[in-house]
């Protein structure tokens, strides 16, 4: 078996650590690793069918995981009949917060409303709905403060959010096969967002009856090789907040004796 990590280039240099894990872990399967540097999202497909034509190139049991953000060249690699990780479905719910929350709404899971345009009333939370790591959110008070995140995020697709009565804590739950791998607890004393990325606080969690049945609820109707469901809290009950297709890891490794990579290398092996 071959596996390909695709990353762009920024998240390649940052996730340099993440991106030996999978190398040795590879090494200790007697597996063959390739990374693969691909362009921003909407540009993968047009890099791969430049330097990779119609993908005869690779071994017909290649495993991809797509690492990039970028579902439609996840799709064009599954239509290609390669086995990729996450899929398509997964891909783009995990960088469209909009779609996801639609998604899970029909779902009859609960969700802070979300709206395409500004509330009349503030508070509320604007972001871009393929951002990632807190960094596009802002908490919107006035006319003011929505005029600067505007501004800040000129060209980008944003979304609007009822702002949740609990800001500054939320549950991420770590999914790998299917399956609930851990939860971490993250909070934040000064930010509404608690992004470990950001400085937010972390700790190993566990889930709550009603966390356990919105996972239950997802995880029936998804098929997640590796990803996170972000919990937040309102009105005393768990929110589904985002999924995040390429999910960081940093919290496991430092907080935990998990060993995430391995176990999603098995959930690979295992269903090949």
Do not use: W
Request: glycine residues 8%; proline residues 4%.
């Amino acid at each position: 078996m071959k596996l390909i990590l695709i990353y762009q280039p920024a998240d390649a240099d940052k996730n340099f650590e993440y991106i030996e894990l999978y190398k040795n872990e590879c090494k200790r399967r007697g597996l063959d690793f390739s990374l693969i540097i691909t362009g921003a999202p909407g540009c993968g497909v047009t890099d791969f069918n430049e330097h990779y034509g119609d993908l005869k190139v690779f071994p017909p049991d290649t495993v991809f995981i797509n690492r990039s953000r970028d579902a439609a060249l996840t799709r064009h690699l599954e239509n290609a009949g390669f086995r990729v990780y996450n899929n398509s479905l997964i891909a783009e719910l995990g960088n469209d917060k909009l779609k996801a929350l639609r998604y899970v709404e029909e779902a009859g899971i609960p969700v802070m409303k979300s709206f395409s345009s500004p509330p009349s009333v503030y508070p509320y939370v604007m972001k871009t709905v393929d951002g990632h790591g807190g960094n596009e959110v802002f908490l919107i008070h006035n006319d003011e403060e929505l005029s600067a995140a505007s501004a800040a995020l000129t060209g980008r697709q944003v979304l609007y959010q009822e702002f949740c009565d609990t800001p500054g804590r939320d549950k991420r739950v770590y999914i790998v096969g299917n399956k609930v791998t851990a939860c971490m607890l993250r909070t934040s004393d000064n930010d509404f967002r608690s992004n470990y990325s950001l400085g937010g606080n972390a700790e190993i969690s566990e889930l709550t009856p009603d966390e356990s049945d919105i996972i239950k609820k997802l995880l029936s109707r998804l098929s997640i090789g590796h990803a996170g469901i972000d919990l937040i809290y309102h009105k005393g009950r768990p929110v589904f907040n985002e999924l995040e297709d390429v999910v960081g890891s940093r919290m496991l490794y430092r907080y935990t004796d998990i060993d995430v990579v391995k176990l999603f290398m098995d959930h690979i092996c295992d269903n090949l």
